[in-house]
């Protein structure tokens, strides 16, 4: 398979760093990455790496992928994306092939790479009857891989699992943010940014908590596109009523 087999494209719009709803600790890190790459000339002077290896981990739908190109887009940086679960496979040498393939891309290009599903190998070890040294050998190439990356390319991966992850994996990332659940309050700021945009008479929505930005974001638009719907069903039938004797 090529490369681009393997490379995943997104149509979503990217949104700014500051649309993103992320705990104080993680913008607060973020922001310091940012700040690294802008001075990153004056740093290398000093032999001073940027924090180029990033690990998002926590509740999934909290805003790990939109966080990832939200800073690709901060650093003017194309985003390679990658799933590993659809590279990793019980070919590990090929699996191995396929991920040198693609940092060697993102090498050439300076660019981002967003790997999701980190936790995959960890997945292939624990459930598949592999070979413990052909899973050594892999998990060898992956840290050298992250080890040999330069100061101009990013590193970002994500997973649900982090417990799964190996531990001299997760050990690469100089940068690992959390991402949980957000509480009732942060919920109802989202709900409230989301709602803002709709006349007052389609912002009724059951709200509910305990569920990540994803989830609100899915139940909003739906709330939304019901009430919109009932409206325009009751303008039609309107003049239906007026002919009813």
């Keep these: 398979m090529k490369i681009s087999d393997f490379i995943l494209t997104s149509h979503q719009a990217v949104i700014a760093l500051d649309d993103i709803h992320l705990s104080s600790e993680n913008r607060a890190s973020i922001d310091q990455l940012l700040r690294e790459y802008k001075h990153v000339d004056v740093l290398n002077k000093y032999d001073l790496p940027v924090d180029n290896k990033i690990l998002l981990y926590g509740h999934s739908g909290c805003g790990k992928t939109t966080t990832a190109k939200a800073i690709a887009k901060a650093l003017d940086k194309k985003i390679i ?22 940092f060697q891309k993102a090498i050439r290009e300076k660019s981002v790479l967003f790997i999701d599903e980190f936790d995959s190998i960890g997945k292939l070890r624990e459930h598949q009857d592999t070979d413990s040294s052909e899973m050594k050998r892999l998990v060898n190439s992956l840290i050298q891989l992250i080890d040999n ?35 009732p309050a942060q919920l109802d700021g989202y709900y409230d940014a989301l709602l803002s945009r709709f ?38 039938k309107a003049p239906e009523k007026r002919h009813v004797k």
């Design 149 to 183: 990356l330069p100061n101009d390319t990013l590193l970002i991966a994500a997973t649900n699992h982090s417990a799964v992850v190996d531990t001299a994996l997760f050990r690469r990332f100089q940068l690992r943010l959390k991402y949980e659940l957000p509480t």
């Design 199 to 236: 006349p007052e008479p389609f912002r009724r929505v059951d709200r509910k908590y305990d569920i990540s930005y994803a989830e609100a974001l899915d139940l909003t638009n739906q709330a939304v596109k019901a009430s919109i719907i009932a409206f325009e069903e009751a303008k039609e």
């Design 81 to 102: 994306i990658i799933n590993l679960s659809h590279i990793v496979s019980s070919r590990l040498g090929q699996t191995a092939k396929n991920l040198s393939d693609i």
